[in-house]
Protein backbone atom coordinates (compact mmCIF):
# COMPACT_ATOMS: atom_id res chain seq x y z
CA UNK A 1 0.00 0.00 0.00
CA UNK A 2 1.63 3.16 -0.94
CA UNK A 3 0.89 6.44 0.82
CA UNK A 4 -1.61 8.79 -0.74
CA UNK A 5 -0.87 12.31 -0.04
CA UNK A 6 -0.22 15.70 -3.06
CA UNK A 7 3.05 16.86 -3.42
CA UNK A 8 2.46 20.02 -1.45
CA UNK A 9 1.30 18.23 2.00
CA UNK A 10 4.49 15.76 1.69
CA UNK A 11 6.64 19.69 1.02
CA UNK A 12 4.43 20.98 4.00
CA UNK A 13 5.30 18.21 6.51
CA UNK A 14 8.81 18.48 6.20
CA UNK A 15 8.77 22.18 8.05
CA UNK A 16 6.55 20.37 11.45
CA UNK A 17 9.39 18.90 12.65
CA UNK A 18 12.00 21.90 12.71
CA UNK A 19 9.52 24.51 14.19
CA UNK A 20 8.76 21.87 17.01
CA UNK A 21 12.37 21.21 17.53
CA UNK A 22 13.45 25.09 17.70
CA UNK A 23 10.54 24.62 20.33
CA UNK A 24 12.21 22.24 21.97
CA UNK A 25 15.61 23.95 22.00
CA UNK A 26 13.72 26.69 23.90
CA UNK A 27 11.73 24.39 26.46
CA UNK A 28 15.55 22.31 27.12
CA UNK A 29 16.68 25.58 28.54
CA UNK A 30 14.00 26.16 30.49
CA UNK A 31 14.06 22.90 32.07
CA UNK A 32 18.15 23.45 32.73
CA UNK A 33 17.43 26.81 34.77
CA UNK A 34 14.19 24.73 36.84
CA UNK A 35 17.15 21.79 37.58
CA UNK A 36 19.38 24.03 38.37
CA UNK A 37 17.07 26.06 40.87
CA UNK A 38 16.46 22.34 42.02
CA UNK A 39 20.20 21.96 42.99
CA UNK A 40 20.23 25.42 44.33
CA UNK A 41 17.13 25.14 46.81
CA UNK A 42 18.71 22.07 48.03
CA UNK A 43 21.62 23.16 49.09
CA UNK A 44 20.27 26.52 50.63
CA UNK A 45 19.71 27.62 54.10
CA UNK A 46 17.23 28.64 56.66
CA UNK A 47 15.31 31.63 55.07
CA UNK A 48 16.65 31.54 51.45
CA UNK A 49 15.90 27.72 51.33
CA UNK A 50 12.14 28.32 52.57
CA UNK A 51 11.78 30.58 49.55
CA UNK A 52 12.98 28.35 47.04
CA UNK A 53 10.90 25.14 48.09
CA UNK A 54 7.65 27.83 47.40
CA UNK A 55 8.95 28.00 43.94
CA UNK A 56 8.52 24.13 43.66
CA UNK A 57 10.91 23.72 41.09
CA UNK A 58 11.32 20.07 41.66
CA UNK A 59 7.69 19.45 40.31
CA UNK A 60 7.58 22.39 37.68
CA UNK A 61 11.16 20.62 36.78
CA UNK A 62 9.76 16.88 36.28
CA UNK A 63 6.63 18.22 34.53
CA UNK A 64 8.44 20.23 32.01
CA UNK A 65 11.20 17.41 31.63
CA UNK A 66 8.20 14.60 31.13
CA UNK A 67 6.47 17.13 28.02
CA UNK A 68 10.35 17.30 26.63
CA UNK A 69 10.85 13.38 27.20
CA UNK A 70 7.38 12.59 24.88
CA UNK A 71 7.93 15.26 22.25
CA UNK A 72 11.81 14.50 21.90
CA UNK A 73 11.07 11.45 20.76
CA UNK A 74 7.93 11.42 18.96
CA UNK A 75 9.58 14.37 17.15
CA UNK A 76 12.62 12.28 15.89
CA UNK A 77 10.26 9.45 15.14
CA UNK A 78 7.93 12.10 12.86
CA UNK A 79 11.10 12.98 11.28
CA UNK A 80 12.44 9.93 10.54
CA UNK A 81 9.03 9.28 9.11
CA UNK A 82 8.74 12.66 6.87
CA UNK A 83 12.19 11.70 5.39
CA UNK A 84 10.88 8.00 4.52
CA UNK A 85 7.68 9.87 3.00
CA UNK A 86 9.71 12.01 0.59
CA UNK A 87 12.64 9.96 -0.16
CA UNK A 88 11.69 6.53 0.51
CA UNK A 89 14.76 6.07 2.48
CA UNK A 90 16.65 7.88 5.39
CA UNK A 91 19.85 9.64 5.50
CA UNK A 92 22.50 7.68 7.51
CA UNK A 93 24.30 11.14 8.94
CA UNK A 94 24.98 12.53 11.89
CA UNK A 95 21.49 14.45 12.20
CA UNK A 96 20.07 11.03 11.75
CA UNK A 97 22.52 9.08 14.80
CA UNK A 98 23.25 12.47 16.94
CA UNK A 99 18.73 12.34 16.91
CA UNK A 100 19.00 8.63 17.58
CA UNK A 101 21.60 9.45 20.50
CA UNK A 102 19.39 12.25 21.95
CA UNK A 103 16.69 10.11 22.12
CA UNK A 104 18.36 7.31 23.93
CA UNK A 105 20.00 9.83 26.49
CA UNK A 106 16.73 11.48 27.28
CA UNK A 107 15.09 8.04 27.74
CA UNK A 108 18.06 6.95 30.67
CA UNK A 109 17.88 10.63 31.71
CA UNK A 110 14.36 10.30 32.29
CA UNK A 111 14.53 6.77 34.37
CA UNK A 112 16.51 8.24 36.82
CA UNK A 113 13.70 10.32 38.47
CA UNK A 114 12.44 7.56 40.37
CA UNK A 115 16.25 7.36 41.80
CA UNK A 116 16.96 11.14 41.85
CA UNK A 117 13.60 11.16 44.28
CA UNK A 118 14.85 8.32 46.86
CA UNK A 119 17.81 11.20 47.06
CA UNK A 120 20.47 8.99 45.17
CA UNK A 121 23.49 11.06 44.37
CA UNK A 122 24.75 8.43 41.74
CA UNK A 123 21.54 9.32 40.14
CA UNK A 124 21.59 13.35 40.44
CA UNK A 125 25.41 13.08 39.27
CA UNK A 126 24.38 10.91 36.35
CA UNK A 127 20.90 12.67 35.30
CA UNK A 128 23.41 15.97 35.03
CA UNK A 129 26.06 14.73 33.00
CA UNK A 130 23.52 13.10 30.64
CA UNK A 131 21.71 15.73 30.15
CA UNK A 132 24.58 18.12 29.52
CA UNK A 133 25.60 15.83 26.44
CA UNK A 134 22.04 16.27 25.39
CA UNK A 135 22.63 20.00 25.35
CA UNK A 136 25.40 19.80 23.41
CA UNK A 137 24.30 17.38 20.82
CA UNK A 138 20.86 19.76 20.56
CA UNK A 139 23.03 22.62 19.58
CA UNK A 140 24.51 20.37 16.89
CA UNK A 141 21.29 19.06 15.91
CA UNK A 142 20.21 22.98 15.74
CA UNK A 143 23.57 23.44 13.01
CA UNK A 144 22.59 20.65 10.93
CA UNK A 145 19.25 20.78 11.07
CA UNK A 146 19.28 24.62 9.89
CA UNK A 147 21.51 22.76 7.28
CA UNK A 148 18.98 20.37 6.31
CA UNK A 149 15.87 23.12 6.07
CA UNK A 150 17.89 25.12 3.71
CA UNK A 151 18.60 21.95 1.61
CA UNK A 152 14.93 21.56 1.18
CA UNK A 153 14.46 24.97 0.54
CA UNK A 154 16.82 25.46 -2.18
CA UNK A 155 15.37 21.68 -4.45
CA UNK A 156 11.72 23.34 -4.14
C1 LIG B 1 17.03 22.11 16.41
C2 LIG B 1 16.57 22.22 15.23
C3 LIG B 1 16.37 21.10 14.24
C4 LIG B 1 16.11 21.34 12.92
C5 LIG B 1 16.01 22.70 12.25
C6 LIG B 1 15.94 20.04 12.29
C7 LIG B 1 15.64 19.86 10.95
C8 LIG B 1 15.43 18.65 10.34
C9 LIG B 1 14.95 18.45 8.98
C10 LIG B 1 14.60 19.57 8.02
C11 LIG B 1 14.89 17.12 8.75
C12 LIG B 1 14.42 16.41 7.48
C13 LIG B 1 13.10 15.73 7.75
C14 LIG B 1 11.97 16.69 7.88
O1 LIG B 1 11.98 17.67 7.12
O2 LIG B 1 11.07 16.49 8.71
C15 LIG B 1 15.32 16.46 9.96
C16 LIG B 1 15.40 15.10 10.13
C17 LIG B 1 15.63 14.46 11.31
N1 LIG B 1 15.81 15.05 12.54
FE1 LIG B 1 15.96 17.03 12.86
N2 LIG B 1 16.12 19.05 13.22
C18 LIG B 1 16.38 19.64 14.43
C19 LIG B 1 16.57 19.00 15.64
C20 LIG B 1 16.50 17.63 15.83
C21 LIG B 1 16.59 16.96 17.11
C22 LIG B 1 16.78 17.64 18.45
C23 LIG B 1 16.47 15.62 16.87
C24 LIG B 1 16.48 14.47 17.84
C25 LIG B 1 16.07 14.49 19.05
C26 LIG B 1 16.30 15.45 15.45
C27 LIG B 1 16.15 14.23 14.82
C28 LIG B 1 15.97 14.05 13.48
C29 LIG B 1 15.90 12.76 12.83
C30 LIG B 1 16.04 11.40 13.52
C31 LIG B 1 15.69 13.02 11.48
C32 LIG B 1 15.59 11.98 10.35
C33 LIG B 1 16.89 12.03 9.58
C34 LIG B 1 16.98 11.02 8.48
O3 LIG B 1 16.41 9.93 8.62
O4 LIG B 1 17.63 11.30 7.49
N3 LIG B 1 16.32 16.69 14.85
N4 LIG B 1 15.63 17.40 10.92
C1 LIG C 1 17.46 19.56 29.42
C2 LIG C 1 17.30 18.50 30.12
C3 LIG C 1 17.48 18.42 31.62
C4 LIG C 1 18.39 19.06 32.43
C5 LIG C 1 19.50 20.02 32.02
C6 LIG C 1 18.13 18.62 33.80
C7 LIG C 1 18.84 19.02 34.92
C8 LIG C 1 18.57 18.65 36.20
C9 LIG C 1 19.27 19.12 37.37
C10 LIG C 1 20.45 20.09 37.35
C11 LIG C 1 18.71 18.54 38.45
C12 LIG C 1 19.08 18.75 39.93
C13 LIG C 1 19.87 17.60 40.46
C14 LIG C 1 20.26 17.89 41.87
O1 LIG C 1 19.38 18.00 42.71
O2 LIG C 1 21.45 18.01 42.10
C15 LIG C 1 17.63 17.69 37.99
C16 LIG C 1 16.80 16.93 38.80
C17 LIG C 1 15.74 16.17 38.34
N1 LIG C 1 15.35 15.99 37.03
FE1 LIG C 1 16.21 16.86 35.42
N2 LIG C 1 17.08 17.72 33.78
C18 LIG C 1 16.65 17.59 32.47
C19 LIG C 1 15.65 16.78 32.01
C20 LIG C 1 14.85 15.98 32.80
C21 LIG C 1 13.86 15.04 32.31
C22 LIG C 1 13.59 14.75 30.85
C23 LIG C 1 13.26 14.48 33.41
C24 LIG C 1 12.16 13.45 33.53
C25 LIG C 1 11.19 13.31 32.68
C26 LIG C 1 13.88 15.06 34.59
C27 LIG C 1 13.56 14.73 35.89
C28 LIG C 1 14.25 15.16 37.00
C29 LIG C 1 13.89 14.79 38.37
C30 LIG C 1 12.73 13.89 38.80
C31 LIG C 1 14.84 15.42 39.21
C32 LIG C 1 14.90 15.33 40.74
C33 LIG C 1 14.06 16.45 41.30
C34 LIG C 1 13.99 16.31 42.81
O3 LIG C 1 15.04 16.43 43.46
O4 LIG C 1 12.88 16.08 43.29
N3 LIG C 1 14.85 15.96 34.19
N4 LIG C 1 17.57 17.76 36.59
Known amino acids: MSLQLTPSIKYWL ?27 TRNAK ?3 KKELIKGRYNVRHYQIGSILLALMVA ?20 HLLAGLGMMSLIAFSAAL ?18 NSILLGLFAWQAVTGVQIVQRILTQA
Open 75 to 94: GAIGAMAVTYINNGKLFFGS
Open 46 to 48: GEE
Open 113 to 130: SPYMQKGANWARATHILL
Open 14 to 40: NFIHPVLMWALLALSIYAAYLGLQVQH
